[in-house]
Each structure stands twice: as structure tokens, then as C-alpha cells.
């Protein structure tokens, strides 16, 4: 039951920050929240969803890596399947994972979501949206561009 609240709330503050009307899960089926959002999902395995052509994008990518078949998977079959999700299937993109996973999200720029420090649990909660994955910085703008009134008036 707790576990029910906790997906359901994320799935409220989620929608709240973008509209979510498909998602896919891979590792749990979770057609059960259908009741709570109305939201299409799509249950794959793993083998499934790697030979899965690309035919639509997902609003919401759900991955539950602490399962028994993730579990068994190779770090190259974790890193296909979330690298295809987040660049091609997902816009957004929520991991659920054991601590040793951290390593890997990291490099495939993931951020966390829960501080696996406050808690005894072996697991961390993770996601990835490509609207917040990079900072654009302050000189990226025109104003510090090269402008061809000022060639004559200072030296480069």
C-alpha cells in the first residue's frame, strides 16, 4: 500500500509539471494507477522493448531495475535498454534502481531524485528529462556573439 502512495504521488507531481497521457513501463506492469491518472500504458520486457521499433514517443518512460529478470540483465543490456528509452522512446524518464546502479545512471545523465543517504533501503529513485538535463549558461546569448557594428571599434 505504501508503495502504491508513493508511485501515485510522484505520478501527481509529475503530471503537475507536464501533462502525461502515455507512459511505458519496463521491469513491473503498472496498468494498475490507470485508475488514479488517466494514462495509457504500455507494459514491455526487456527483450521486448529492445527489438521494439520506434513508432511513437512515450511522455513517461517508468523502469523498475531492483526486479528478478533486471537483476539478471548485463550492464550492456541495462545501458541499451535505458539509452534507446531516454533518446528515442521517452521524454521524461523515472528509475527505479538498487544503489549499485548509480554509477551507470550518472554516466547516462540521470539525476536523483531521492538521496539515498536519508534512508537504510538498497534503493534510489532516479529520472531524466531532456527539458532539465542541461543548464543553458549566460554568455550563450547574442549579446556576447560577435557583432559586425564593433569590428572597427575594438581590437580582438
Not at 501515485?8 to 494498475?32: R, V
Not at 491518472?37 to 521499433?53: A, D, G, K, R, S
Not at 514517443?57 to 529478470?69: C, M, N, W
Not at 522512446?89 to 547516462?108: F, G, N, P, T
Request: one cysteine or more; a negative charge.
Amino acid at each position: 500500500m505504501a508503495e502504491q502512495n508513493v508511485i501515485t504521488s510522484m505520478l501527481d507531481d509529475l503530471s503537475k509539471e507536464q501533462p502525461i497521457s502515455t507512459a511505458t513501463c519496463i521491469g513491473q506492469n503498472l496498468e494498475q494507477y490507470n485508475q488514479f491518472h488517466p494514462i495509457q500504458w504500455q507494459y514491455f520486457n526487456v527483450t521486448e522493448f529492445l527489438n521494439l521499433p520506434f513508432t511513437q514517443r512515450f511522455d513517461l518512460g517508468f523502469v523498475i531495475l531492483d526486479t528478478e529478470e533486471m537483476v539478471a540483465l548485463s550492464e550492456q543490456q541495462k545501458t541499451q535498454m535505458l539509452v534507446k528509452l531516454r533518446d528515442l522512446m521517452a521524454k521524461r524518464i523515472v528509475v527505479v534502481s538498487k544503489l549499485q546502479d548509480e554509477r551507470l545512471l550518472r554516466a547516462l545523465g540521470f539525476t536523483q531524485l531521492i538521496d539515498k543517504t536519508t534512508h537504510e533501503s538498497d534503493f534510489a529513485l532516479w529520472q531524466f528529462n531532456i527539458l532539465t538535463y542541461k543548464h543553458i549558461p549566460d554568455w550563450f546569448n547574442s549579446k556576447f556573439w560577435a557583432n559586425p557594428e564593433n569590428w572597427d571599434k575594438f581590437r580582438w
